[in-house]
């Protein structure tokens, strides 16, 4: 029990609405487990993908006719991120991450257009408590979402909840016992 952390439905690259009916089972057992979804959202980066049904706009139904269910808006709606950033504000059972918003390294104008976006959202939606640190890595960088991360205006303490506290409440990860495991690793290459 507690092996799975969260699930992933991907709208846009398959072609179903957040909110279709034959869904409500998936929905119902992750308020039984306390497991949250997570939605892909915005663009498909696939010629193949049909955005319309990836739109942020559509997980507020979601949100509301579930609203025990933990939800994560991936991508923050980009490029729909207003959208996004109202479904946030509006619905404590939903968070969002900002991962996969470039392929390999972000661009200085895209950062600093982004830096804004995240910026504007966390302003407008309050204290950062349901936004998620992300890369979709292999695609993009870690160290180019590092580097995104030191340009928010944002307090360390606030930084540290997006970098990983939300996250770790939020999929319930026992941050202890991974420091445990870790020392414990630690221990054993130091005695080798």
């Known amino acids: 029990m507690g092996a799975v952390k969260g699930l992933k439905l991907y709208p846009g690259y398959e072609p179903f609405y957040p909110h279709d009916n034959r869904l409500k089972v998936v929905y119902d057992l992750a308020v039984e487990y306390d497991v949250p979804v997570m939605f892909h959202s915005g663009d498909t980066y696939s010629?193949?993908?049909k955005v319309r049904f990836a739109h942020p706009l559509h997980i507020d139904d979601v949100a509301v006719d579930?609203?025990?269910l933990k939800i994560v808006i991936c991508?923050?709606?980009?490029?729909?991120?207003?959208?996004c950033m109202e479904v946030v504000y509006k619905n404590k059972n939903v968070y969002?991450?900002?991962?996969?918003?470039v392929l390999g390294d972000f661009s200085d104008k895209f950062e600093r257009y982004m830096k804004n976006q995240l910026e504007e959202?966390?302003?407008y939606a309050g204290e950062p408590e349901y936004l998620l640190y992300g890369t979709d890595w292999p695609i993009s960088s870690m160290k180019t979402y590092l580097s995104f991360m030191k340009q928010l205006d944002l307090?360390?303490?606030?930084?540290?909840?997006?970098y990983w506290?939300?996250?770790?409440?939020l999929f319930k990860i026992d941050v202890a016992a991974l420091k445990t495991v870790n020392d414990a690793k630690n221990m054993k290459v130091k005695a080798q």
């Open 75 to 83: 991508h923050v709606g980009n490029p729909w991120i207003r959208d």
């Open 165 to 169: 506290k939300n996250a770790a409440k």
């Open 47 to 49: 010629p193949k993908g």
């Open 66 to 68: 579930f609203p025990d």
């Open 96 to 101: 969002a991450d900002f991962s996969g918003l």
């Open 121 to 123: 959202m966390i302003l």
């Open 155 to 162: 307090p360390a303490d606030k930084k540290e909840l997006i």
